[in-house]
């Protein structure tokens, strides 16, 4: 069966009430038929339930399917996207190791690593997006345990080549952790390229529909076994209610991200036409500096579309406040699209080199296109690019 069917036909075993949507197990814990039972299922030497922060049927059923998607083995949930960073690294560094990154992460990818990690010893080194296989090898130090990475990144849309990291991680027997949140796995499966774990904020693509937090860390059997042990222990489990969500929306993924990525695409190119629109970028536009790598990784550009206004935030504020479809959020991923100014929300608190790094200037606007009709969105973008210009700011 091809992964689509897959993704619709994967539930949990029919129960004695023969319903044919899913079921939710809405239980914290699971009953011993008798007290030998519970003893084997402890022992481990009888698999099953015992607890739902350690593992629950409609929890499973929705890791199952991100396996799926991602051609990884194994997998677990999480009850945020951060959760899922932080055990991926929590459960398989320890004090003395490195982990080698790309600059351009998700704000608080870049605390963990930055504030967090390095309490307990675990230091880091920070590469550009566009960094050469050189300048990755020439970074790898004996003790770089994990390459860690997002390609597209947040809010900037960089690439990173990820056959390259790849064979780096190969070559030097290093953790490959990529963070697939912005493609998903209906536009990228990382794990083809080398990845040895793939992770997801759930609340974004994978819902798709502003409803519930989740994340998921998928990937080679020998580290999940780590990270299980590590949530069963800590506690960052996935609620059964939001994997129940998650699972559902998943039957959904791959035409929602076709759709976002065409509706993407066609504003990134109304928009690019645009005199008063300075610069766009969206991977799948020719005028991407990393177009060809973006064909060669991705099977579509994703929904995030960045523009940059000129004139500051005044002029950023009459734009936003001038749409009338589009809502104002600092989310992503959703049926609805949305709008963000990075510098003033999301990255409001990174140091001015950080920002200029990452290219977060105040003119920036982050759009996550939604699945409203293309023509209003289009209309509504012009309308709003138009206004702010009518608005004295520029002059
Ligand atoms: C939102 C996001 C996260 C964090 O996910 P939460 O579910 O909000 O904890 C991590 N990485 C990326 C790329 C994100 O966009």
Redesign the pocket.
Known sequence: MKKQTKAIRTQTGKTKYREHSTPLFLTSSFTFESAEQGKALFEETEPGNIYSRFSNPTVQEFVDKVCMLEDCEDGVATA???AA?FASMAALLKTGDHILACRAL?G??HQVITQILSKWGITHTYLDADASEADWEAAVQPNTRMIYL?TPS?PGLDLVDLAMIGRICKKHNIIFNV?N??ASPALQTPADFGADLVLH?A??FMDGQGRV?G?VVVGKKEYIKELRFFCRQTGPSMSPFNAWVLSKSLETLNLRMEKHSSNALQLAQALEKHPDVKQVKYPFLESHPQHELAKSQMKAGGAVVTIELEGGFERVAAFMDALEIASLSSN?GDTRTIVTNPNTTTHAKLKPEEKKALGITPGLIRISVGLEDIEDLIEDFTQAVEVSVKSDILE
């Open positions: 945020t996207g951060m960073v998700f608080s990818a997002e947040n963070d949140c912005f904020s609340t974004k937090l994340g992503l």
